[in-house]
């Protein structure tokens, strides 16, 4: 039987757990545990409770995400690529879009020195609105 204690054990049941689609019982029985102990609780726990295993199965996810997951200028170059080179016209309009707000060239200026703040109506304006709003109501 495999021992947790070693690091070739715990990096393979890391790889195997990751590549089997995360079932745990399946994963220790591909390096070597015995199929009781792989589909009790106490194996699950005494395995995947170790933190050596914990740790070693969030360095394969961190670096199958990073691997996956396209990085922003990746993400620039492709829609810079398909707003040159896409022959429909409708791709070529979405691509720049998405280009352009990922350059933040959309956003709005709030900052401003000509915004207008409103005038605060006197009590005066304010009972002379309610009762215009009670003639139109009924």
Do not use: C
Not at 5 to 29: C, H, L, P, W, Y
Not at 41 to 58: D, F, T, W
Not at 91 to 120: M, V, W, Y
Request: proline share 3%.
């Amino acid at each position: 039987m495999p021992n947790i204690k070693d690091q070739s054990t715990v990096e393979a049941i890391a790889r195997e757990f990751t590549s089997n689609g995360r079932n745990k019982t399946r994963a220790m029985i591909a390096i070597g545990y015995d199929e009781a102990y792989s589909d009790s609780g106490k194996g699950h726990k005494s395995v995947y409770g170790n933190l050596r295993v914990i740790e070693a199965i969030k360095a394969i996810d961190d670096k199958t995400r990073a691997e996956s997951v396209a990085s922003r200028k990746q993400r620039q170059e492709f829609w810079t690529n398909t707003m040159n080179n896409d022959p429909l016209m409708i791709n070529k309009l979405r691509a720049s879009e998405l280009l352009g707000r990922s350059e933040a060239d959309f956003t709005d200026n709030i900052n401003s020195q000509n915004i207008q703040k409103p005038a605060l109506l006197t009590p005066d304006e304010v009972l002379e609105l309610k009762q215009a709003a009670i003639k139109l109501t009924g």
